[in-house]
């Protein structure tokens, strides 16, 4: 089956500093998208990005295809963007989510 | 605020008890599901509802049982669990294969 890795799997970082977090699909990208977990569990949705970038705010997303990867960057980092962060993408036109393990992002004030 | 809502936010419940988790959206969505999802692991699905009418059951044991009473309400149906069954069990919904995925809350379950 399609295998996702993402990197990496933590990140620690201090307030205002940039990060790139980084999705690899072993297979073709099916409409991929990016979620945001916080501590308290809610889980939002990002980014549905299947192919080139979108912003939004101080995050943006960039999927490139046909080299199976996407990667998601987030600037001027803020300690509410803490959180841990997936990636996945539908298999085979169905509705099941194939989910990366997530990154671990905890930013100190 | 999410446009998916789960109630209740905690449950705590025994193994022999009967309860029932609760999920409504607001987007006009056909298809909704349940995940459960372990700490530290991403969200497992359980079932998928598209068009009101069950489409996917990821061998789920018979101790969970969804209901779809309409195109806006899920429920989870909860029987005779085990404590392993303990988890943050998420609702969510999307307009159709292959949509962006919407989530609620989720429902924090403690089976004692």
Known sequence: GIQVEQSPPDLILQEGANSTLRCNFSDSVNNLQWFHQNPWGQLINLFYIPSGTKQNGRLSATTVATERYSLLYISSSQTTDSGVYFCASYMDSNYQLIWGAGTKLIIKP | DTEVTQTPKHLVMGMTNKKSLKCEQHM?????????????????????????????????????????????????????????????????????????????????????
Request: net charge positive.
């Open chain 2, 28 to 112: 006009g969505h056909r298809a909704m599901y349940w995940y459960k999802q372990k700490a530290k692991k991403p969200p497992e699905l359980m079932f998928v509802y598209s068009y009101e009418k069950l489409s996917i059951n990821e061998s789920v044991p018979s101790r969970f049982s969804p209901e779809c009473p309409n195109s806006s309400l899920l429920n989870l149906h909860l029987h005779a669990l085990q404590p392993e069954d303990s988890a943050l069990y998420l609702c969510a919904s999307s307009q159709g294969v292959n949509s962006p995925l919407h989530f609620g809350n989720g429902t924090r379950l403690t089976v004692t």
